[in-house]
Protein backbone atom coordinates (compact mmCIF):
# COMPACT_ATOMS: atom_id res chain seq x y z
CA UNK A 1 0.00 0.00 0.00
CA UNK A 2 1.69 3.38 -0.66
CA UNK A 3 2.19 6.37 1.26
CA UNK A 4 -0.59 8.38 0.44
CA UNK A 5 -3.05 5.58 0.34
CA UNK A 6 -1.72 4.41 4.14
CA UNK A 7 -2.04 7.86 5.72
CA UNK A 8 -5.60 8.44 4.18
CA UNK A 9 -6.44 4.50 5.87
CA UNK A 10 -4.93 5.58 9.44
CA UNK A 11 -7.17 9.21 9.12
CA UNK A 12 -9.95 6.69 9.08
CA UNK A 13 -9.21 4.61 12.05
CA UNK A 14 -8.17 7.65 13.88
CA UNK A 15 -11.44 8.81 13.27
CA UNK A 16 -13.63 5.52 14.22
CA UNK A 17 -11.15 5.50 17.85
CA UNK A 18 -12.61 9.40 17.95
CA UNK A 19 -16.09 8.55 17.92
CA UNK A 20 -16.15 5.67 20.66
CA UNK A 21 -18.30 7.24 23.94
CA UNK A 22 -15.91 6.01 25.98
CA UNK A 23 -12.48 7.29 24.62
CA UNK A 24 -11.36 11.38 25.40
CA UNK A 25 -10.80 12.45 21.61
CA UNK A 26 -8.51 15.30 22.94
CA UNK A 27 -6.25 12.76 24.32
CA UNK A 28 -6.89 10.58 21.19
CA UNK A 29 -5.67 13.65 19.22
CA UNK A 30 -2.49 14.79 20.95
CA UNK A 31 -1.46 11.03 21.29
CA UNK A 32 -2.08 10.00 17.64
CA UNK A 33 -0.49 13.07 16.16
CA UNK A 34 2.93 11.46 17.71
CA UNK A 35 2.36 7.95 15.73
CA UNK A 36 2.85 7.76 12.14
CA UNK A 37 1.50 4.75 10.07
CA UNK A 38 4.62 2.26 8.04
CA UNK A 39 2.56 -0.85 7.08
CA UNK A 40 -0.73 -2.65 6.49
CA UNK A 41 -1.75 -5.72 5.43
CA UNK A 42 -4.91 -8.06 5.25
CA UNK A 43 -5.04 -8.23 9.32
CA UNK A 44 -1.49 -6.10 10.28
CA UNK A 45 -0.78 -2.51 11.31
CA UNK A 46 2.79 -1.52 12.13
CA UNK A 47 2.94 2.10 13.84
CA UNK A 48 5.76 3.88 15.06
CA UNK A 49 5.58 6.43 17.29
CA UNK A 50 9.06 9.06 18.27
CA UNK A 51 9.48 8.16 21.64
CA UNK A 52 9.04 5.73 24.24
CA UNK A 53 6.71 7.50 26.31
CA UNK A 54 3.90 7.66 23.29
CA UNK A 55 4.53 4.17 22.47
CA UNK A 56 4.12 2.85 25.86
CA UNK A 57 1.29 5.09 26.77
CA UNK A 58 -0.79 3.73 23.37
CA UNK A 59 -0.28 0.28 23.95
CA UNK A 60 -1.22 0.87 27.30
CA UNK A 61 -4.39 2.86 26.79
CA UNK A 62 -5.29 2.54 22.99
CA UNK A 63 -3.99 -0.72 21.18
CA UNK A 64 -7.90 -2.14 21.81
CA UNK A 65 -9.58 0.99 20.55
CA UNK A 66 -7.48 0.81 17.62
CA UNK A 67 -7.77 -3.11 17.28
CA UNK A 68 -12.30 -2.33 17.55
CA UNK A 69 -11.70 0.95 14.56
CA UNK A 70 -10.29 -1.80 12.30
CA UNK A 71 -13.13 -4.66 12.68
CA UNK A 72 -15.70 -1.99 12.81
CA UNK A 73 -14.57 -0.74 9.20
CA UNK A 74 -13.31 -4.27 8.15
CA UNK A 75 -14.67 -7.00 9.29
CA UNK A 76 -11.40 -8.55 10.34
CA UNK A 77 -9.21 -8.83 13.38
CA UNK A 78 -6.22 -7.04 13.11
CA UNK A 79 -2.77 -7.51 14.89
CA UNK A 80 -0.99 -3.85 15.86
CA UNK A 81 2.55 -2.96 16.79
CA UNK A 82 4.30 0.03 17.74
CA UNK A 83 7.90 0.39 16.96
CA UNK A 84 10.12 3.59 17.77
CA UNK A 85 11.49 5.87 15.39
CA UNK A 86 13.99 8.80 16.72
CA UNK A 87 14.25 9.92 13.73
CA UNK A 88 10.19 10.67 13.52
CA UNK A 89 9.87 14.27 14.86
CA UNK A 90 13.37 15.38 13.43
CA UNK A 91 11.55 14.33 9.59
CA UNK A 92 8.38 16.22 10.54
CA UNK A 93 9.92 19.71 11.59
CA UNK A 94 12.38 19.64 8.87
CA UNK A 95 9.23 18.73 5.97
CA UNK A 96 7.02 21.22 7.80
CA UNK A 97 10.27 24.19 7.00
CA UNK A 98 10.18 22.50 3.55
CA UNK A 99 6.27 23.69 3.48
CA UNK A 100 6.74 27.03 4.61
CA UNK A 101 9.49 28.01 2.37
CA UNK A 102 7.88 26.55 -0.61
CA UNK A 103 4.31 26.47 -1.75
CA UNK A 104 3.05 23.32 -1.98
CA UNK A 105 0.84 21.65 -4.69
CA UNK A 106 -2.90 21.43 -4.39
CA UNK A 107 -3.61 18.25 -3.08
CA UNK A 108 -6.34 16.00 -4.29
CA UNK A 109 -9.27 15.67 -2.17
CA UNK A 110 -10.25 12.14 -0.86
CA UNK A 111 -13.82 11.67 0.16
CA UNK A 112 -13.99 10.89 3.55
CA UNK A 113 -16.11 8.12 2.92
CA UNK A 114 -13.68 6.01 0.93
CA UNK A 115 -13.74 2.75 2.78
CA UNK A 116 -10.87 0.70 3.59
CA UNK A 117 -10.37 -1.90 1.21
CA UNK A 118 -11.78 -5.06 2.18
CA UNK A 119 -8.70 -7.96 2.46
CA UNK A 120 -9.60 -11.57 1.75
CA UNK A 121 -10.46 -13.21 5.30
CA UNK A 122 -7.24 -14.54 7.22
CA UNK A 123 -6.98 -16.52 10.65
CA UNK A 124 -6.78 -14.14 13.21
CA UNK A 125 -2.97 -13.74 14.60
CA UNK A 126 -2.25 -13.81 18.01
CA UNK A 127 -2.73 -10.65 19.84
CA UNK A 128 -0.13 -8.32 20.46
CA UNK A 129 0.83 -8.54 24.42
CA UNK A 130 -0.06 -5.31 26.29
CA UNK A 131 2.59 -4.17 28.24
CA UNK A 132 2.27 -4.58 32.42
CA UNK A 133 0.26 -1.66 33.92
CA UNK A 134 3.07 -0.71 35.69
CA UNK A 135 4.76 0.22 32.68
CA UNK A 136 3.62 3.22 31.84
CA UNK A 137 1.35 6.38 33.24
CA UNK A 138 -2.37 5.28 34.16
CA UNK A 139 -5.85 5.71 32.17
CA UNK A 140 -7.29 8.45 32.94
CA UNK A 141 -8.25 9.13 36.02
CA UNK A 142 -7.47 5.68 37.95
CA UNK A 143 -5.53 5.21 40.72
CA UNK A 144 -1.56 5.44 40.17
CA UNK A 145 0.09 1.96 40.25
CA UNK A 146 1.53 1.17 44.52
CA UNK A 147 5.29 1.96 42.44
CA UNK A 148 4.38 5.17 41.76
CA UNK A 149 3.87 6.11 45.61
CA UNK A 150 6.93 8.71 46.02
CA UNK A 151 9.53 7.50 48.57
CA UNK A 152 11.00 10.17 50.85
CA UNK A 153 14.29 11.28 50.23
CA UNK A 154 17.19 10.79 52.93
CA UNK A 155 17.48 12.78 55.56
CA UNK A 156 20.02 15.59 55.63
CA UNK A 157 23.85 15.48 57.53
CA UNK A 158 24.13 18.26 59.01
CA UNK A 159 27.53 20.54 57.07
CA UNK A 160 28.37 23.96 58.02
CA UNK A 161 26.89 27.46 58.21
CA UNK A 162 29.23 29.49 55.98
CA UNK A 163 27.05 32.64 54.85
CA UNK A 164 25.37 35.42 56.28
CA UNK A 165 21.71 34.55 57.75
CA UNK A 166 18.67 35.65 56.22
CA UNK A 167 16.87 38.75 56.75
CA UNK A 168 14.89 38.89 59.77
CA UNK A 169 11.92 39.31 57.18
CA UNK A 170 12.21 35.88 56.07
CA UNK A 171 12.36 33.99 59.41
CA UNK A 172 9.43 32.33 61.06
CA UNK A 173 9.82 31.32 64.10
CA UNK A 174 12.63 29.62 64.94
CA UNK A 175 12.84 25.63 64.76
CA UNK A 176 15.30 23.34 66.79
CA UNK A 177 16.96 21.81 64.16
CA UNK A 178 17.02 21.98 60.27
CA UNK A 179 14.90 19.26 58.52
CA UNK A 180 15.18 17.76 55.21
CA UNK A 181 12.50 18.84 53.43
CA UNK A 182 11.98 15.71 51.67
CA UNK A 183 8.97 14.12 53.70
CA UNK A 184 6.86 17.63 53.85
CA UNK A 185 7.16 18.39 50.44
CA UNK A 186 6.56 14.76 49.11
CA UNK A 187 3.52 13.82 51.25
CA UNK A 188 1.66 17.22 52.19
CA UNK A 189 1.20 19.15 48.57
CA UNK A 190 -2.22 19.35 47.71
CA UNK A 191 -1.88 20.14 43.92
CA UNK A 192 -4.46 20.68 41.52
CA UNK A 193 -6.36 17.32 41.82
CA UNK A 194 -7.45 18.17 45.19
CA UNK A 195 -7.41 15.45 47.73
CA UNK A 196 -6.00 12.80 44.87
CA UNK A 197 -2.66 11.28 45.57
CA UNK A 198 0.24 13.36 44.54
CA UNK A 199 1.30 10.01 42.73
CA UNK A 200 -1.97 10.15 40.95
CA UNK A 201 -0.66 13.40 38.90
CA UNK A 202 0.29 12.33 35.95
CA UNK A 203 -0.04 12.90 32.30
CA UNK A 204 -2.23 9.83 31.58
CA UNK A 205 -4.70 12.05 33.73
CA UNK A 206 -4.45 15.31 32.59
CA UNK A 207 -7.01 16.51 30.06
CA UNK A 208 -5.53 18.27 27.12
CA UNK A 209 -7.24 21.21 25.15
CA UNK A 210 -6.10 24.06 22.97
CA UNK A 211 -5.20 25.98 26.52
CA UNK A 212 -2.78 23.63 27.58
CA UNK A 213 -1.38 21.70 24.74
CA UNK A 214 1.86 23.41 24.28
CA UNK A 215 2.73 23.39 28.12
CA UNK A 216 1.56 19.78 28.12
CA UNK A 217 4.28 18.44 24.98
CA UNK A 218 7.09 20.54 26.65
CA UNK A 219 6.83 19.36 29.85
CA UNK A 220 6.64 15.36 28.07
CA UNK A 221 9.76 16.14 26.61
CA UNK A 222 11.37 17.65 29.71
CA UNK A 223 10.10 14.32 31.51
CA UNK A 224 11.55 12.46 28.53
CA UNK A 225 14.83 13.93 28.74
CA UNK A 226 15.65 15.70 31.74
CA UNK A 227 18.42 18.30 31.71
CA UNK A 228 18.35 18.74 27.75
CA UNK A 229 18.48 21.92 25.88
CA UNK A 230 16.41 24.01 25.56
CA UNK A 231 14.35 23.36 27.77
CA UNK A 232 16.21 23.88 30.77
CA UNK A 233 14.95 25.38 32.27
CA UNK A 234 11.18 24.92 31.51
CA UNK A 235 8.89 27.73 33.37
CA UNK A 236 4.92 27.26 33.36
CA UNK A 237 3.09 30.08 34.19
CA UNK A 238 -0.82 30.98 34.69
CA UNK A 239 -3.55 31.65 37.03
CA UNK A 240 -4.25 29.14 39.86
CA UNK A 241 -6.46 25.84 39.40
CA UNK A 242 -4.91 25.78 35.71
CA UNK A 243 -2.78 22.71 35.91
CA UNK A 244 0.94 23.69 36.54
CA UNK A 245 1.43 21.80 39.48
CA UNK A 246 -0.83 18.85 38.15
CA UNK A 247 1.90 19.03 35.25
CA UNK A 248 5.04 19.42 37.75
CA UNK A 249 4.29 16.52 39.33
CA UNK A 250 3.24 14.44 36.29
CA UNK A 251 7.12 14.91 35.42
CA UNK A 252 8.15 14.28 38.58
CA UNK A 253 6.13 11.06 38.53
CA UNK A 254 7.49 9.91 34.98
CA UNK A 255 11.15 10.56 35.73
CA UNK A 256 10.60 8.64 39.03
CA UNK A 257 8.75 5.77 37.07
CA UNK A 258 11.17 5.48 34.31
CA UNK A 259 14.67 6.49 35.74
CA UNK A 260 14.50 5.31 39.42
CA UNK A 261 18.18 6.24 39.97
CA UNK A 262 17.45 10.45 38.94
CA UNK A 263 16.55 12.22 42.15
CA UNK A 264 13.84 14.55 41.93
CA UNK A 265 13.13 17.40 44.43
CA UNK A 266 9.70 19.02 44.40
CA UNK A 267 9.06 22.31 46.79
CA UNK A 268 6.81 24.98 46.59
CA UNK A 269 8.33 28.82 47.06
CA UNK A 270 7.33 29.23 50.09
CA UNK A 271 8.33 26.32 51.77
CA UNK A 272 11.63 27.06 50.09
CA UNK A 273 12.05 30.28 51.87
CA UNK A 274 10.46 28.59 55.60
CA UNK A 275 13.34 26.33 55.13
CA UNK A 276 15.76 28.33 53.99
CA UNK A 277 15.24 31.02 56.93
CA UNK A 278 14.83 27.77 59.75
CA UNK A 279 18.91 26.78 58.62
CA UNK A 280 19.82 30.20 59.48
CA UNK A 281 18.46 30.36 62.68
CA UNK A 282 19.53 27.09 62.86
CA UNK A 283 23.23 27.84 62.98
CA UNK A 284 23.59 28.70 66.43
CA UNK A 285 23.12 25.43 67.30
CA UNK A 286 24.09 23.44 64.34
CA UNK A 287 26.77 24.58 62.24
CA UNK A 288 26.52 22.82 59.51
CA UNK A 289 22.45 23.92 58.93
CA UNK A 290 22.82 26.05 56.29
CA UNK A 291 25.74 24.33 53.76
CA UNK A 292 23.27 20.91 54.74
CA UNK A 293 19.94 23.15 53.07
CA UNK A 294 21.96 23.97 50.51
CA UNK A 295 23.58 20.42 49.27
CA UNK A 296 19.63 18.77 49.44
CA UNK A 297 18.76 20.97 46.58
CA UNK A 298 22.15 20.85 44.72
CA UNK A 299 22.24 16.90 44.76
CA UNK A 300 18.84 17.00 42.91
CA UNK A 301 19.24 15.88 39.51
CA UNK A 302 15.61 17.61 38.55
CA UNK A 303 14.32 20.51 40.80
CA UNK A 304 10.76 21.38 40.65
CA UNK A 305 9.81 24.57 42.20
CA UNK A 306 6.26 25.43 42.52
CA UNK A 307 4.69 29.37 42.46
CA UNK A 308 7.88 31.02 42.17
CA UNK A 309 5.85 34.29 42.74
CA UNK A 310 6.38 33.85 46.46
CA UNK A 311 9.63 35.23 46.41
CA UNK A 312 9.31 38.55 45.76
CA UNK A 313 10.45 40.38 48.18
CA UNK A 314 12.68 37.76 49.82
CA UNK A 315 16.03 38.39 48.84
CA UNK A 316 18.64 36.31 50.69
CA UNK A 317 16.06 33.44 48.99
CA UNK A 318 16.38 34.70 45.85
CA UNK A 319 19.76 35.54 45.93
CA UNK A 320 20.04 31.53 47.12
CA UNK A 321 17.91 30.28 44.22
CA UNK A 322 19.86 32.01 41.42
CA UNK A 323 23.10 30.24 43.07
CA UNK A 324 21.62 26.85 43.22
CA UNK A 325 20.06 27.76 39.52
CA UNK A 326 23.24 28.52 38.54
CA UNK A 327 24.91 25.34 40.03
CA UNK A 328 22.34 22.53 38.62
CA UNK A 329 21.75 24.03 34.85
CA UNK A 330 25.45 23.79 34.61
CA UNK A 331 25.71 20.43 35.70
CA UNK A 332 23.18 19.55 33.43
CA UNK A 333 20.54 18.94 35.69
CA UNK A 334 16.34 20.23 34.81
CA UNK A 335 15.01 22.79 36.38
CA UNK A 336 11.41 23.53 36.22
CA UNK A 337 9.26 26.23 37.91
CA UNK A 338 5.98 27.67 38.07
CA UNK A 339 4.04 30.93 38.90
CA UNK A 340 0.88 32.73 38.35
CA UNK A 341 2.38 35.23 36.40
CA UNK A 342 4.90 35.54 33.23
CA UNK A 343 8.43 35.87 34.60
CA UNK A 344 8.71 39.43 33.90
CA UNK A 345 5.62 40.12 35.76
CA UNK A 346 8.02 38.75 38.86
CA UNK A 347 9.25 41.40 41.17
CA UNK A 348 12.76 39.32 41.29
CA UNK A 349 16.24 40.22 40.51
CA UNK A 350 17.00 41.29 37.23
CA UNK A 351 20.14 38.15 37.41
CA UNK A 352 17.10 35.58 37.92
CA UNK A 353 14.47 36.87 35.85
CA UNK A 354 16.72 36.76 33.09
CA UNK A 355 17.42 33.38 33.90
CA UNK A 356 13.65 32.17 33.84
CA UNK A 357 13.79 32.97 30.25
CA UNK A 358 16.66 31.47 28.95
CA UNK A 359 15.34 27.73 28.51
CA UNK A 360 11.10 27.33 27.55
CA UNK A 361 9.16 29.80 29.06
CA UNK A 362 4.90 28.79 28.88
CA UNK A 363 1.70 30.25 29.91
CA UNK A 364 -1.52 27.81 30.22
CA UNK A 365 -4.63 29.77 29.28
CA UNK A 366 -7.85 29.29 30.82
CA UNK A 367 -9.82 26.22 29.32
CA UNK A 368 -12.23 26.57 26.93
CA UNK A 369 -15.54 24.96 27.03
CA UNK A 370 -14.82 21.69 25.43
CA UNK A 371 -11.66 21.06 27.86
CA UNK A 372 -13.51 21.76 30.83
CA UNK A 373 -16.18 19.65 29.44
CA UNK A 374 -13.57 17.03 29.25
CA UNK A 375 -12.12 17.76 32.71
CA UNK A 376 -15.74 17.76 34.47
CA UNK A 377 -16.31 13.90 32.46
CA UNK A 378 -13.03 13.02 33.85
CA UNK A 379 -13.34 14.23 37.39
CA UNK A 380 -17.14 12.37 37.40
CA UNK A 381 -15.59 8.91 36.64
CA UNK A 382 -13.11 9.29 38.47
CA UNK A 383 -15.23 9.99 41.73
CA UNK A 384 -17.66 7.43 40.68
CA UNK A 385 -14.88 4.78 39.82
CA UNK A 386 -13.00 5.29 43.24
CA UNK A 387 -16.48 4.88 44.99
CA UNK A 388 -17.69 1.94 43.52
CA UNK A 389 -19.90 3.07 41.85
CA UNK A 390 -19.07 2.10 37.99
CA UNK A 391 -22.78 2.65 36.39
CA UNK A 392 -23.29 5.82 37.75
CA UNK A 393 -22.91 8.92 36.26
CA UNK A 394 -24.15 12.36 35.91
CA UNK A 395 -26.29 13.44 32.98
CA UNK A 396 -24.40 14.97 30.07
CA UNK A 397 -26.56 18.15 30.18
CA UNK A 398 -25.42 18.72 33.51
CA UNK A 399 -22.22 17.96 32.64
CA UNK A 400 -22.14 20.49 30.16
CA UNK A 401 -24.15 23.01 32.36
CA UNK A 402 -20.98 23.29 34.97
CA UNK A 403 -18.43 23.39 32.05
CA UNK A 404 -19.94 26.44 30.78
CA UNK A 405 -21.56 27.92 33.57
CA UNK A 406 -17.88 27.66 35.18
CA UNK A 407 -14.74 29.54 35.36
CA UNK A 408 -11.11 28.50 34.68
CA UNK A 409 -10.32 27.09 37.86
CA UNK A 410 -10.02 23.21 37.86
CA UNK A 411 -10.69 22.76 42.29
CA UNK A 412 -13.53 24.69 41.20
CA UNK A 413 -14.89 22.15 38.42
CA UNK A 414 -14.19 19.20 40.68
CA UNK A 415 -16.12 20.69 43.91
CA UNK A 416 -18.74 21.31 41.27
CA UNK A 417 -18.44 17.51 40.30
CA UNK A 418 -18.59 16.32 43.58
CA UNK A 419 -21.55 18.66 45.09
CA UNK A 420 -24.19 17.25 42.10
CA UNK A 421 -22.93 13.61 43.10
CA UNK A 422 -24.12 13.88 46.22
CA UNK A 423 -26.75 15.51 45.92
CA UNK A 424 -27.73 12.15 43.63
CA UNK A 425 -26.52 9.67 46.20
CA UNK A 426 -28.35 11.51 49.02
CA UNK A 427 -31.57 11.66 47.53
CA UNK A 428 -31.10 8.41 45.85
CA UNK A 429 -31.95 9.29 42.65
CA UNK A 430 -29.99 9.01 39.03
CA UNK A 431 -31.42 12.17 37.20
CA UNK A 432 -31.29 15.82 37.98
CA UNK A 433 -32.49 18.75 36.52
CA UNK A 434 -31.27 22.41 35.43
CA UNK A 435 -32.85 24.40 37.25
CA UNK A 436 -32.30 22.13 40.68
CA UNK A 437 -28.61 21.79 39.73
CA UNK A 438 -28.49 26.25 39.24
CA UNK A 439 -29.98 26.43 42.95
CA UNK A 440 -27.62 23.91 44.06
CA UNK A 441 -24.44 25.29 42.55
CA UNK A 442 -25.86 28.87 43.07
CA UNK A 443 -22.92 30.05 45.08
CA UNK A 444 -19.75 27.93 44.10
CA UNK A 445 -18.36 29.30 40.90
CA UNK A 446 -16.42 32.67 41.28
CA UNK A 447 -15.96 33.13 37.49
CA UNK A 448 -17.70 32.33 34.23
CA UNK A 449 -20.90 32.59 33.47
CA UNK A 450 -23.33 32.08 36.83
CA UNK A 451 -21.99 35.43 37.64
CA UNK A 452 -24.54 36.77 34.85
CA UNK A 453 -21.73 38.49 32.89
CA UNK A 454 -21.10 38.17 29.21
CA UNK A 455 -18.68 39.79 26.61
CA UNK A 456 -21.97 41.61 25.45
CA UNK A 457 -22.68 43.16 29.01
CA UNK A 458 -18.66 44.61 28.85
CA UNK A 459 -19.22 46.06 25.39
CA UNK A 460 -22.34 47.82 26.45
CA UNK A 461 -20.72 49.74 29.28
CA UNK A 462 -17.29 50.05 27.48
CA UNK A 463 -19.42 51.60 24.47
CA UNK A 464 -21.55 53.69 26.68
CA UNK A 465 -18.55 54.76 29.02
CA UNK A 466 -16.21 55.82 26.01
CA UNK A 467 -18.95 56.90 23.64
CA UNK A 468 -18.83 54.58 20.89
CA UNK A 469 -20.85 52.79 18.80
CA UNK A 470 -20.72 48.40 19.12
CA UNK A 471 -20.15 48.52 15.25
CA UNK A 472 -17.25 50.62 15.69
CA UNK A 473 -15.83 48.66 18.53
CA UNK A 474 -15.95 45.58 17.15
CA UNK A 475 -14.89 47.12 13.62
CA UNK A 476 -11.88 47.15 11.41
CA UNK A 477 -10.99 51.12 12.58
CA UNK A 478 -7.55 51.63 13.65
CA UNK A 479 -8.61 55.64 15.19
CA UNK A 480 -7.01 55.56 18.71
CA UNK A 481 -10.44 57.06 19.75
CA UNK A 482 -12.33 53.39 18.92
CA UNK A 483 -8.97 51.81 19.23
CA UNK A 484 -8.49 52.58 23.16
CA UNK A 485 -11.58 51.43 24.04
CA UNK A 486 -11.79 48.12 21.80
CA UNK A 487 -8.78 47.60 23.86
CA UNK A 488 -10.34 48.12 27.59
CA UNK A 489 -13.09 46.08 26.54
CA UNK A 490 -11.05 42.88 25.58
CA UNK A 491 -8.98 43.48 28.77
CA UNK A 492 -11.59 42.95 31.04
CA UNK A 493 -13.24 40.51 29.19
CA UNK A 494 -10.18 38.39 29.99
CA UNK A 495 -9.62 39.50 33.14
CA UNK A 496 -13.48 39.33 34.46
CA UNK A 497 -14.81 35.92 32.48
CA UNK A 498 -11.56 33.98 33.01
CA UNK A 499 -12.36 32.93 28.77
CA UNK A 500 -9.61 32.07 26.09
CA UNK A 501 -8.01 34.64 24.31
CA UNK A 502 -9.37 33.12 21.14
CA UNK A 503 -13.03 33.18 22.44
CA UNK A 504 -13.07 36.89 23.36
CA UNK A 505 -11.14 37.54 20.03
CA UNK A 506 -13.70 36.46 17.98
CA UNK A 507 -16.96 38.39 19.67
CA UNK A 508 -14.77 41.49 18.56
CA UNK A 509 -13.85 40.12 14.75
CA UNK A 510 -10.08 39.55 16.20
CA UNK A 511 -7.65 36.64 16.38
CA UNK A 512 -6.44 35.00 18.95
CA UNK A 513 -2.53 37.37 18.56
CA UNK A 514 -4.73 40.39 18.31
CA UNK A 515 -6.73 39.69 21.68
CA UNK A 516 -3.69 38.89 23.40
CA UNK A 517 -1.77 42.11 22.12
CA UNK A 518 -4.40 44.31 23.17
CA UNK A 519 -4.89 42.94 26.74
CA UNK A 520 -1.14 43.40 27.19
CA UNK A 521 -1.36 46.99 26.21
CA UNK A 522 -3.76 47.78 28.70
CA UNK A 523 -1.22 45.66 31.48
CA UNK A 524 1.29 48.10 30.35
CA UNK A 525 -0.45 51.20 30.44
CA UNK A 526 -2.16 50.54 33.61
CA UNK A 527 1.37 50.65 35.28
CA UNK A 528 2.34 54.13 34.77
CA UNK A 529 -0.84 55.68 33.02
CA UNK A 530 -2.74 57.42 35.69
CA UNK A 531 -5.63 57.92 33.09
CA UNK A 532 -5.61 54.37 32.03
CA UNK A 533 -5.61 53.01 35.99
CA UNK A 534 -8.55 55.68 36.65
CA UNK A 535 -10.69 54.61 33.67
CA UNK A 536 -10.41 50.62 34.29
CA UNK A 537 -11.16 51.06 38.27
CA UNK A 538 -14.88 53.23 37.11
CA UNK A 539 -15.59 50.48 34.52
CA UNK A 540 -14.73 47.82 37.18
CA UNK A 541 -16.86 49.47 39.64
CA UNK A 542 -19.76 49.99 37.04
CA UNK A 543 -19.26 46.09 35.41
CA UNK A 544 -19.22 44.98 39.34
CA UNK A 545 -23.08 46.24 39.81
CA UNK A 546 -24.32 44.46 36.86
CA UNK A 547 -24.81 41.54 38.96
Not at 501 to 526: M, P, Q, W
Amino acid sequence: MDSEKLNEQWARICAQVKSYQDVDASQVAAFFSRLEPQAMSDSFLMLTADNDFIKTWVEQHYIEAIVRALHDLTGVTYAVAIAVDPTQEQRKSAAANAMTAAPAPAATPTPASAPIPSPTPAPAPSPVPTPSPQAAPIAMAEPAPAAFVPAAAAPYTAPQWSEPAPQASEHPAASSTFEAPAHRTEESHEGAAGLNPLSSLTFANFVIGESNRMAYSMAVEVAESPGSLPLNPLFIYGKSGLGKTHLMRAIQNYIKETRPTLHTVYVDAQEFVSRYSEAGQAKDREKSSFKNFRTYYEQADVLLLDDVQHLQGKEQSINMLFQLFNTLTSQGKQVVLSADRAPKNIEVDERLKSRFYSGGAIDIQPPEVETKLGIVKSFAREHCRSAGLDSFTIPDDIQMYIAENSGSNIRELKGAVNTVIYRLIYSDRRDISIEEVRELLANHFTGGRSRSLSIEDIQREVEKFYKVTHNEIVGKSRSQSIVRPRQVAIYLCRRLLDLPYGDIGKRFNRDHSTAIHSSNCVEERLKTDRDTQEEIEILMKIISELD
